[in-house]
């Protein structure tokens, strides 16, 4: 399979860590429970954009520093199935993460920081920068991976 179908899976594990960042620091995860839905667009390197629809579902553990996600997210290209379990400790995220339909896993590692986070998520052949604000109800993330044909992903997300 190609590395460019593979940043997708990365990509979203990346938002949903870096989601946390919105929440109280001595427990960043506890804000998330629940659901999420949205989309964006993913550009790629010819020019090309496509539409994402996501739908994210979040558990908390533990006293809020354990997260287990899973996401789902559709394009006219791309059916992606993607779960993942992600640690804060001391102001760091981390954890590790799979897609079931691409049969590949990764790592991603970040630092939370008030209402915005910054991380990188690895994979097998590639990885992808992160940048997430989080204000109310609302998530934005910008996704710039290298070594792929993607060039980016812009999403929105909001709590339902």
């Keep these: 399979m190609r590395a460019s179908?593979?940043?997708i899976p990365i990509l979203l594990t990346a938002l949903a860590a870096g989601s946390a960042a919105h929440a109280a620091p001595a427990s960043p995860f506890r804000g998330l429970e629940g659901s999420w839905?949205?989309?964006?667009?993913?550009?790629?390197?010819d020019g090309n954009q496509e539409r994402l629809r996501c739908r994210a579902a979040y558990d908390v553990g533990g006293a809020g520093e354990?997260?287990?996600?899973?996401?789902?997210?559709?394009?006219?290209?791309?059916?992606?199935?993607?779960?993942?379990?992600?640690?804060?400790?001391?102001?760091?995220?981390?954890?590790q993460w799979t897609e079931a339909s691409h049969?590949?896993?990764?790592?991603?590692?970040?630092?939370a920081s008030g209402n915005r986070i910054e991380a990188q998520a690895r994979g097998q052949t590639f990885s992808a920068g992160l940048s997430l604000t989080t204000s109310g109800r609302r998530q934005t993330v910008s996704i710039r991976?290298?070594?792929t044909e993607i060039t980016g992903v812009d999403l929105e997300l909001s709590r339902r």
């Design 103 to 111: 049969n590949a896993s990764g790592t991603i590692e970040g630092r």
């Design 5 to 7: 179908r593979l940043a």
């Design 37 to 45: 839905t949205g989309g964006g667009v993913l550009s790629t390197s």
């Design 145 to 147: 991976p290298t070594g």
């Design 66 to 95: 354990q997260l287990r996600l899973n996401i789902r997210c559709a394009s006219d290209s791309y059916n992606i199935d993607l779960s993942s379990d992600v640690a804060y400790r001391g102001g760091e995220i981390s954890g």
